[in-house]
């Protein structure tokens, strides 16, 4: 089997040559330049491993795109083989068959009779009566603030009752205020704080409270121990990770009692090039993509049972391990591989800009 160092090294005196003197086309050179044009790249490389392939892609035009023909089997292979722990491929597995389970199911014909003029509301409300939550991703310019008015509308008239809390960056508070300005229902937990009891809900409707982290920081164990009808979460361009800091030693919105439905909103710009990209990956990394931990967090904030082993045990430390080349390609797959789900599944809303 042929190796990365040995192929190299021929490379290497070659460079170290020309400071010496001037290369001249010979014979030799046309004849390997012939053969690396023809099927000799593709026979060599179809002895390398995903990670080997990897580097590889790095060489030349043509052996990149003879790695890019190799590169799903190969990556099969590596996520599954010892090493890269077979959890990646469960994970994965799980994670698509409940997405294809949902979405035949929210496919189906059914009952469904709320239809709101807002598609964005809409889409938000078929989540809603499926018990699913959402992950809103808004493009540049674009904003779901309104969208939620329509939706929390929608839910009052068929009298769902309770609480919804909106945390926000403070970058995205004004169009939450704005949204929801004069609003009946419209709720400041600073004038009028949780007391702790059932005197918290209302009789009837729905009750919305707009938070900056700082707000939220200040009534931190009430609204921690209260049971809110949905949550919503806005990190803007931000990390949602790394909002309102911790309650008893984790993350403060994951220690929220758990909502009936949790939404994350966030820009589509967000975080991209943050998380180091090893050398020689096969495609370039996309607009969107978080970097590993944050999410592991969304994913946790919207699922948390899918990033448990069938023991019972939390499948991602391994993924954040970069000991070894081998553990850092597979936290960059991971990390695109949960960045690409969180925008692309059957919880994802994504809202656009309006044409001009």
């Not at 020689?280 to 590993?292: C, E, H, I, M, S």
């Not at 999410?295 to 391990?321: G, I, N, Q, S």
Request: proline residues 4%.
């Amino acid at each position: 089997m042929y190796s990365l160092k040995s192929l190299a090294e021929p490379a290497r005196t070659v460079l170290s040559m020309t400071a010496r003197r001037r290369l001249v086309r010979t014979p030799l050179a046309d004849a390997v330049g012939v053969l690396l044009a023809g099927d000799l790249t593709p026979r060599l490389l179809d002895n390398f491993d995903f990670y080997e392939l990897a580097l590889a892609s790095r060489v030349g035009r043509r052996w990149r795109t003879a790695a890019v023909r190799l590169e799903l089997p190969r990556k099969r292979d590596f996520m599954t083989r010892p090493g890269a722990p077979s959890d990646v491929a469960q994970f994965g597995t799980r994670f698509d068959l409940y997405n294809k389970l949902m979405k035949e199911l929210l496919e189906a014909p059914s009952n469904w009779t709320g239809q709101i003029d807002d598609s964005t509301a809409d889409q938000l409300a078929q989540l809603w009566v499926q018990a699913l939550n959402a992950h809103v991703v808004e493009d540049p310019g674009a904003s779901s603030a309104a969208s939620y008015v329509a939706f929390v509308e929608f839910l009052a008239s068929q009298n769902v009752s309770g609480r919804v809390l909106i945390v926000a960056v403070q970058d995205e508070l004004d169009k939450w205020n704005s949204a929801f300005q004069g609003k009946a229902y419209f709720c400041d937990l600073d004038a009028q704080p949780l007391r702790g009891d059932e005197r918290d809900d209302p009789d009837s409707g729905l009750l919305v409270s707009v938070c900056s982290e700082a707000c939220a920081r200040r009534h931190s164990r009430s609204i921690v121990n209260h049971r809110w009808r949905i949550l919503v979460v806005d990190a803007g361009a931000a990390r949602a990770s790394d909002m309102c800091g911790t309650f008893e030693g984790e993350p403060f919105l994951q220690a929220i009692i758990q909502p009936q439905n949790r939404h994350i909103v966030s820009r589509s710009r967000h975080a991209s090039g943050e998380e180091g990209i090893p050398r020689g990956v096969f495609a370039r990394p996309k607009r969107y993509l978080l970097d590993l931990e944050e999410a592991v967090f969304r994913l946790r904030f919207m699922r948390e049972r899918y990033l448990l082993t069938v023991e019972e045990e939390d499948c991602t430390e391994f993924w954040r391990a970069t000991d070894t080349p081998e553990q850092r390609y597979l936290r960059w797959l991971v990390q695109g591989d949960f960045s690409r789900r969180l925008i692309a599944d059957l919880h994802a809303v994504r809202v656009e800009a309006a044409q001009p």
